[in-house]
């Protein structure tokens, strides 16, 4: 059963819908299916995710500020209006050097 923390037919602002943390990472999740899940992250600058794998596919989009990802060993810089796979099974971090916000979506 698909399960969303959204209101139906609206438009709303990405931006209203999670609220940076000062000195940390916040996160929420926007919908969640048996197909994969969508979640909105806030980075403050110099907070990241340690490398980790994901047993599935996953699109990184880039909503604002800047994300350094390491996919596999390579350096990948995201910015606005990019998107990043992240291969299943590849281990990747990502470091943020300045405030940035970006939506996750894990394809199972």
Do not use: Y
């Not at 940076?20 to 990472?25: D, L, Q, R």
């Not at 994969?36 to 599935?56: I, K, P, R, W, Y």
């Not at 990502?94 to 970006?102: C, F, N, Q, S, V």
Request: aromatic share 2%; proline share 6%; glycine share 8%.
């Amino acid at each position: 059963m698909a399960t969303s923390s959204l209101p139906a037919a609206q438009a709303l602002a990405l931006s209203d819908l999670v609220t940076p943390t000062a000195h940390g990472i916040a996160s929420r999740v926007l919908a969640k299916a048996a197909g994969g899940n969508v979640t909105l992250f806030s980075f403050d600058e110099g907070q990241g995710l340690t490398e980790h794998t994901s047993a599935f596919d996953a699109l990184v989009l880039v909503l604002e500020g800047r994300l350094d990802l390491t996919i596999g060993g390579q350096a990948v810089t995201a910015t606005p209006g990019t998107i990043v796979r992240l291969p299943a099974d590849v281990p990747h971090a990502l470091d943020a050097p300045e405030a940035a916000r970006m939506l996750l979506v894990m394809v199972k």
